[in-house]
């Protein structure tokens, strides 16, 4: 599951709709809608986006982390190192070949010393 998928799982709940009542509403296939939760389909449209905050009546700031929750779970994740040190792209490989057996923690502190880096994170959808 990616991080807009259980947002909005957590959305449909919060407002007691099923996914095919959601998928109805915003225009998608119910198989769509479940895909893009269980983190099979590619990152929704902008238009679609707009649907599904509209849909959940959403504004400003949670509005916001919906767009900054779509940038950031794109299922398939290419990191183009080409151009940076050979530790980034030793460090791109590893993340690639133990991601799935990292335990939560592991993936939390991880999260936590990237995001306290200076760097811009994710391509967001409002940028």
Do not use: C
Request: charged share 25%.
């Amino acid at each position: 599951m990616t991080p807009l998928g259980e947002r909005l799982r957590e959305l449909r709940r919060q407002k007691g709709v099923s996914q095919k009542e959601m998928a109805a509403a915003v225009g998608v296939s119910a198989a769509y809608l479940s895909a893009l939760e269980h983190g099979r389909r590619g990152l929704p449209t902008w238009v679609l986006l707009q649907k599904i905050i509209g849909y959940f009546n959403i504004i400003w700031d949670d509005a916001e982390e919906v767009l900054n929750l779509a940038g950031q779970s794109h299922p398939r994740v290419v990191i183009d190192t080409s151009g940076l040190s050979p530790s980034a792209t030793e460090l791109a490989n590893l993340l690639a070949a133990r991601i799935e057996s990292l335990d939560a923690e592991t993936i939390a502190r991880i999260l936590d010393m990237i995001a306290a880096s200076p760097r811009e994170g994710p391509k967001r959808y409002d940028d």
